[in-house]
């Protein structure tokens, strides 16, 4: 058998571009949230560490860099949060039409649409936050923080508790146990760092001056772990970002052109056939198109767990399950 060609190969993201573009949806996302991140640390120690503020730390918040630099914070973020909600609903489209493991209980559902309402809310609180910047509004700034942080944390809980309940009931696709896995990792990380950067936050009130008995140098110290602790959640986002990409990985594999244009080419490379020419998929159109209709049929199987309740009838002696014609 000939070797695949690359755009014919799933693993490979040359594949995606023709018969599953989705997963460049959080790509980008992710893509653009780290070239963001990147650039307000970039110019910052590029101006020479400032302190934009006489009671900021030794390391400065992101939001104090985004504020200085408010059309690249606001433009960036916007995009980000664009690709993102874009990915949120693609996934939920791509299981509606067993592109993906489709939800087989109410929960899953549930499930993916409370990650959707919160990845909303989550990714409003982002635009805001950079549009109210910390020095002219402080408390509103900082009240979209608290929304962003928690709502796209819970908006990531949910999408991984989803994930979790479809391993359980497609045990055959290991990428959804990874995914679980790896996206709860992800997760804690980030709620961890997050944690600390508000227990760090709130011992100062995220100054760098004397106050509440600690004296300025202590001051410094700790809300400069504050503000190294924000930029690390933040870059841990970027690791959600792609976590998503995993997900709607297999969604390449589920196109209906992906597997005609497989057949095609399994039937004109296939060991001991003769099918060679230009006009030869017009002559015999019933050899490419079979296959490629078995393809469909075993993975519409697959993703609705029909092939998996088959072998358990065949192990039990039960009937099969059949589709309708």
């Known amino acids: 058998m000939a070797r695949l060609p690359l755009y014919l190969n799933t693993r490979t993201v040359s594949s995606h571009l023709f018969f599953g573009p989705y997963i460049f949806l959080p790509l980008i996302a992710g893509c653009v ?24 730390a030794s390391v400065v918040f992101i939001s104090d860099v985004g504020g200085m630099h408010k059309l690249l914070f606001i433009i960036m ?32 559902k549930v499930f993916d649409w409370m ?16 549009v109210f910047d910390t020095f ?3 408390g509103i700034h900082w009240s ?4 962003f942080i928690v709502c796209v944390a819970l908006s990531a809980i949910f999408q991984s508790a989803e994930v979790w309940s479809l391993h359980k009931d497609h045990p055959d696709r290991a990428h959804l146990l ?7 990792l992800v997760i804690l990380l980030a709620i961890v760092s997050a944690i600390g950067f508000g227990a760090t936050y ?7 001056t004397a106050t509440r008995g600690h004296s300025a140098q202590t001051c410094n110290r700790i809300t400069s772990a504050a503000a190294a602790l924000e930029w690390t959640v933040a870059f841990i986002l970027v690791f959600y970002f792609f976590t998503l990409v995993a997900d709607l990985w297999p969604a390449g594999k589920s196109s209906e052109r992906y597997m005609r244009r497989l057949a095609k080419w399994q039937e004109k490379n296939g060991e ?14 019933e050899r490419w198109q079979g296959r490629a209709d078995e393809m469909r049929q075993t993975m519409w199987e697959r993703n609705t767990g029909i092939e998996r309740q088959n072998r358990d009838s065949l192990a039990s002696g039960a009937p099969l399950n059949r589709p309708d014609a």
Not at 93 to 105: C, F, I, N, S
Request: net charge positive; proline share 3%; hydrophobic share 45%.
């Open 33 to 56: 949230w780290l070239a963001e991140i990147l650039a307000l640390l970039a110019t910052w120690v590029k101006d020479g560490k400032p302190k934009y503020r006489s009671d900021e």
């Open 77 to 108: 973020s916007s995009v980000t949060v664009g690709f993102y909600i874009s990915s949120l609903f693609a996934e939920r489209w791509l299981r509606h039409v067993d592109r993906l493991p489709v939800d087989l209980r109410l929960r899953e």
């Open 115 to 130: 990650a959707i309402v919160f990845g909303i809310i989550g990714s409003a609180a982002l635009v805001l936050l950079s």
């Open 136 to 138: 002219n509004h402080s």
């Open 144 to 147: 979209m923080t608290l929304v």
């Open 178 to 184: 990874r995914n679980a896995i790896i996206k709860l």
């Open 202 to 208: 709130a011992v100062c009130g995220g100054n760098s």
């Open 272 to 285: 001991g056939d003769d099918f060679t020419g230009r006009r030869a998929f017009d002559q015999y159109p």
